[in-house]
T-cell receptor, first 113, second 114 residues
């Protein structure tokens, strides 16, 4: 079955600390992988995506993610978190030519001053 | 360039009333999606349109839900009659094509059915 798992529902970090949000997927085809961010009261915004090539991808707002095929993972990282990063983060998987993106249940990030 | 525009942003209605949510996709995008977001079920795809044609409505929960896309710049999601369990945030999203991979989301319509 196709699925996306974000094992951490909530994560709290101090401002300036590093961050890693986990994402594991199960997908039959070669996956396209995405991370979206949702600020309160807003829609989802794309942070970064992986289609092929270099397994370390850079995104907006200083985020990066690494695709590890052997672990079926696509974890999101940021070396130093800012208070404005407090939001909910969604991992998603899709594939070439498909419209059915599968979203994880999200990880809510809280940043302590 | 304007993003995906949804209206209303908030809707409070009573059970049994008709609700219509509206969406204007980004100009030039030929694919449009309606999603529903709840705490219990996360983000669910309700219906997908391509070139104004409904391709997949298997996510529409029941006959009380209907969606239309009369032209490339406008779509509606209608619930009639509404029920308290329909309370959720409804998102519209559009994309120019799946090669880009990116879905552009509106800010959502928060529906509360009393």
């Amino acid at each position: 079955a196709q699925s996306v798992t974000q094992p951490d529902i909530h994560i709290t970090v101090s401002e300036g600390a590093s961050l890693e949000l986990r994402c594991n997927y199960s997908y039959g085809a070669t996956p396209y992988l995405f991370w979206y961010v949702q600020s309160p009261g807003q829609g989802l915004q794309l942070l970064l995506k992986y289609f092929s090539g270099d397994t370390l991808v850079q995104g907006i707002k200083g985020f990066e993610a690494e695709f590890k095929r052997s672990q079926s993972s696509f974890n999101l990282r940021k070396p130093s978190v800012h208070w404005s990063d407090a939001a909910e983060y969604f991992c998603a998987v899709g594939a070439s030519g498909t419209y059915k993106y599968i979203f994880g249940t999200g990880t809510r990030l809280k940043v302590l001053a | 360039d304007a993003g995906v525009i949804q209206s209303p942003r908030h809707e409070v209605t009573e059970m049994g009333q008709e609700v219509t949510l509206r969406c204007k996709p980004i100009s030039g995008h030929n694919s449009l999606f309606w999603y529903r977001q709840t705490m219990m079920r996360g983000l669910e795809l309700l219906i997908y349109f391509n070139n104004n044609v409904p391709i997949d409505d298997s996510g529409m929960p029941e006959d009380r839900f209907s969606a239309k896309m009369p032209n490339a710049s406008f779509s509606t999601l209608k619930i009639q009659p509404s029920e308290p369990r329909d309370s959720a945030v409804y998102f519209c999203a559009s994309t120019a094509g799946f090669n880009t991979g990116e879905l552009f989301f509106g800010e959502g319509s928060r529906l509360t059915v009393l």
